[in-house]
Nanobody, 123 residues
Framework: QVQLVESGGGLVQAGGSLRLSCAASGRAFSNYAMGWFRQAPGKEREFVAAVSRAGGSTYYADSVKGRFTISRDNAKHTVYLQMNSLKPEDTAVYYC????????????????WGQGTQVTVSS
């Protein structure tokens, strides 16, 4: 089992920044690729970013490319999502997820999920 706890969400004005954190406990963190997803009211959960087990490879949705940065610290069992130049359309509950071995763009392929953290961007 892997337990994931997100933090760092909140209310921010358009153009501002937030840094989300996801702390993992349980089985070897470095065995898991990590992803961030988000879900806005009335919409399906969508892929935001993913990072490989060692952190050497990262992947982004087109909608956040150039604005968001995913990273991980395996010593601290934590994955981060730095969000800059935030837009009102980034408003959603953000979830981190863990997938054994390799990452994916598909939410259904992840093994463990956090409870989510709300990000609200005002115009």
């Amino acid at each position: 089992q892997v337990q994931l706890v997100e933090s760092g969400g909140g209310l921010v004005q358009a153009g501002g920044s937030l840094r989300l954190s996801c702390a993992a406990s349980g089985r070897a963190f470095s065995n898991y690729a990590m992803g961030w997803f988000r879900q806005a009211p009335g919409k399906e959960r969508e892929f935001v970013a993913a990072v490989s087990r060692a952190g050497g490879s990262t992947y982004y949705a087109d909608s956040v490319k150039g604005r968001f940065t995913i990273s991980r610290d395996n010593a601290k069992h934590t994955v981060y999502l730095q969000m800059n130049s935030l837009k009102p359309e980034d408003t959603a509950v953000y979830y981190c997820a863990a997938r054994y071995n390799s990452g994916s763009f598909k939410a259904s392929e992840y093994d463990y999920w956090g409870q989510g953290t709300q990000v609200t961007v005002s115009s």
